[in-house]
């Protein structure tokens, strides 16, 4: 049942009073017909607006957060990665209920070092608070790249990836059903025209006509208990061009505009200069086992629409880009470890 955005929140924000904590797989494990069932099932709309992305080319996400008692301030949104980051700016003073530690954390953003603290407090989206504190990075540094982002106001990265790292994904904290599952849609801005506003919708699940699903590999639990799967390699099947079929390690990745295609298994692929791929080559994708293609595009050089970069090197791996969280509605179940691609 789907609540209006006000009710919603308050019956979320009753629901994290109550004795429900943090999700726990059993709530929406739709596997598991002894489970216990939360009795309403709750979703919470969190709008989503885009940007032209700073320092590149193509569009990203931005949510709005407060982490403890702080106000508001926008945050990327990123599949790609785990954990809060915090950039210098986002608040004057520290706020209340926010506590900041001496455990120092550094992360790579952008192919370069960003170094930080671990602080720990509840994080916010549209009225709903985790359930718990979560650990976070607090940037006490700055580079070009994290000015590029503060100078739009843009104040940290939501890393909202489901597998392992040195922080973890706060949405898995938060109370009830609600940290079990989420829904990713981005809308694009035409020019300099402001377009509709897309959405996180936690507690969202996958409608019945999902075109794709995707498992992702086990990899544990978090320190709250939250199970995880390493998002960095679903199994995804893509052609490109005339080149045989390649299934492999998938990565869906909201938080980076263009598609790569790395590992040596790609080094004959046709490409053009910085090693884009060829424009006009025909890109096919397709979930394991499946007899038809679900998506399909023409290579080209649009960042968050078409743009694919081969790097021919390493092991093999495919990072989507951003394209996917505009084309569809990408929506992640924490209790199974599965990731759906449907028509928004």
Not at 10 to 21: D, E, H, K, N, P
Not at 158 to 175: E, F, R, V, Y
Not at 278 to 288: D, H, L, N, Y
């Amino acid at each position: 049942m789907k609540i209006p955005l006000v009710a919603a929140s308050i019956l979320c924000v009753a629901i994290a009073g109550t004795q429900f904590g943090a999700a726990s797989a059993a709530d929406l494990d739709t596997d598991n017909s002894s489970s216990a069932a939360v009795a309403v099932p709750v979703t919470v709309n969190v709008p989503i607006r885009t940007i032209d992305t700073p320092g590149t080319s193509g569009q990203s996400g931005i949510v709005e957060i407060r982490v403890g008692k702080s106000a508001p301030f926008a945050v990327m949104l990123d599949t790609g990665s785990v954990g809060l980051r915090v950039f210098p700016g986002a608040w004057e003073r520290k706020p209340g209920s926010v506590a900041l530690g001496s455990k120092k954390i550094a992360t790579a953003l952008a192919g370069r070092e960003v170094k930080g603290i671990v602080g720990r407090a509840t994080v916010t989206l549209n009225g709903v608070a985790t359930a718990l504190p979560v650990p976070f990075q607090y940037v006490n540094t700055t580079n070009p790249y994290i000015q590029q982002w503060t100078g739009r106001k843009i104040f940290g990265i939501l890393g909202i990836g489901t597998g392992s790292g040195d922080l973890t994904n706060p949405l898995m904290a938060m109370p009830a059903n609600l940290g079990l599952s989420w829904s990713v849609h981005f809308e694009r801005n035409i020019s300099d025209r402001i377009g509709r506003l897309g959405s996180l919708v936690l507690g969202g699940q996958a409608p019945p006509e999902t075109i794709m699903v995707f498992q992702s590999p086990f990899v544990g639990k978090n320190i709250n208990g939250a199970l995880l799967w390493n998002d960095h390699a679903s199994n995804g099947c893509w052609r490109f061009g005339v080149k045989p079929e390649w299934c492999g390690n998938t990565w869906f990745d909201s938080g980076f505009t263009k598609m790569r295609v790395k590992g040596r298994v790609f080094a004959r692929l046709p490409q053009g200069a910085n090693g884009l791929l060829r424009q006009g080559t025909r890109v096919e994708f397709a979930a394991p086992g499946s007899a038809y293609v679900g998506h399909r595009f023409v290579s080209g050089d649009q960042a968050s629409r078409n743009y694919v970069r081969v790097l021919p090197k390493g092991a093999g791996v495919v990072n989507t880009g951003n394209s996917f969280y505009f084309d569809y509605t990408v929506t992640y179940n924490v209790a199974l470890g599965k990731i759906y691609l449907s028509k928004s």
